[in-house]
């Protein structure tokens, strides 16, 4: 796949120093900057520059950032884009376009790919089998705090997600991972399951972005200590998904946007062996509490609105 990962995310919030407190809170590690009107955040193997924070009258998704393996990649995508009439411009190892209906700025640049060290799963002791004979299991022996491994996806909310959709698929290269009809689609441009979820919406929005920690535990952990002080924070969660299977535990930042922890979520290493499926939107989790309206309307959806006329 000559695509391979997301690299980094711009979010325009209008109350920065807050919206900073919270990802300090949640476990994002910020990194200097030389412009005191942008924050940055990173993670432990998706690198120092993973999230940016700037000013923007009401909350939006800026810039979404992708990772290509080389120059070629970029000018397949720049073709594509002028086939298309999309504006794109092609400076060095960066491509910048535009997502025709959200306006979201897409960066898709030359980028290294992400180095994860190994996360040992278990032992675990199941019914018929101890794996874990005489010792407590290692999990309740961390401490500190909940540290995200990457950036995983963001979902975005579009009034045409037919035209998105396309966009991503057809001109920057992403794949359908699965559907959810008359709703929404799931795309990928690395191993994830989904790197980019787009719903249909009434208005452009950012919806939530996600964050990959190493298992349940940790989940659990970060949730503990995110909602300790601040239970208005809670949005939806402890959960699994049935599209993607992974873990989730979703949160409300202070400017209205959702962030996610998960883990475990279904990896596609060969296309052809995947088979995109076609869900009803009620079936998005295997088990956990029941979707919240929140999680289709926003609840600040009038303050959106009015924001962007």
């Known amino acids: ?16 120093e807050e919206t900073v407190e919270y990802y300090t809170a949640f476990g994002l590690i910020p990194e200097p900057s030389d412009n005191e009107n942008e924050h940055w955040f990173g993670t432990v193997d998706g690198g120092r520059r993973q999230l940016r924070i700037v000013h923007a009258p009401i909350r939006r998704l800026l810039a979404l950032g992708v ?15 002028r086939r298309s009439d999309t504006a794109v411009t092609v ?23 992400i180095e994860q060290q190994s996360t040992p799963a278990g032992p675990f002791n199941t019914p018929g089998t101890i794996g874990r004979p005489n010792a407590r299991a290692a999990s309740l022996l961390r401490s500190g705090p909940v540290r995200p491994r990457k950036l995983g996806h963001i979902s975005l909310g579009s009034t045409d997600v037919a035209t998105t959709q396309r966009f991503f698929t057809e001109d920057i290269g992403f794949k359908v991972s699965d559907e959810v009809k008359d709703f929404g689609a799931f795309m990928r441009c690395s191993s994830d399951h989904h790197n980019l979820a787009v719903q249909a919406a009434p208005v452009p929005f950012m919806h939530h972005s996600s964050w990959e920690v190493d298992d349940v535990d940790e989940i659990g952990r970060g949730a503990e200590s995110l909602l300790a002080d601040h239970p208005e924070r809670h949005t939806w969660g402890l959960g699994r998904h049935w599209v993607g299977a992974n873990y989730f535990y979703y949160f409300r930042d202070p400017a209205g946007n959702l962030s996610e922890y998960y883990s475990d979520m279904d990896q596609i290493t060969d296309d052809e062996l995947w088979n995109p499926g076609v869900f009803d939107l009620q079936a998005g989790n295997f088990w956990g509490p029941p979707l919240p309206p929140s999680m289709i309307e926003p609840e600040d959806l009038a303050e959106l609105m009015a924001g962007l006329h």
Do not use: C, F, K
């Not at 796949?1 to 920065?16: C, E, K, Q, S």
């Not at 990772?67 to 884009?81: F, H, K, N, P, Q």
């Not at 060095?92 to 290294?112: F, I, S, Y």
């Open 67 to 81: 990772g290509a393996d080389d120059r070629d990649d970029l000018g397949r995508i720049e073709s594509s884009l």
């Open 1 to 16: 796949m000559a695509l391979h990962r997301l690299t980094d995310i711009t979010l325009g919030v209008p109350n920065v």
């Open 91 to 113: 400076e060095g190892d960066q491509l910048r376009t535009r997502e025709p209906v959200t306006g979201l700025t897409v960066n898709v640049t030359v980028a290294p790919h």
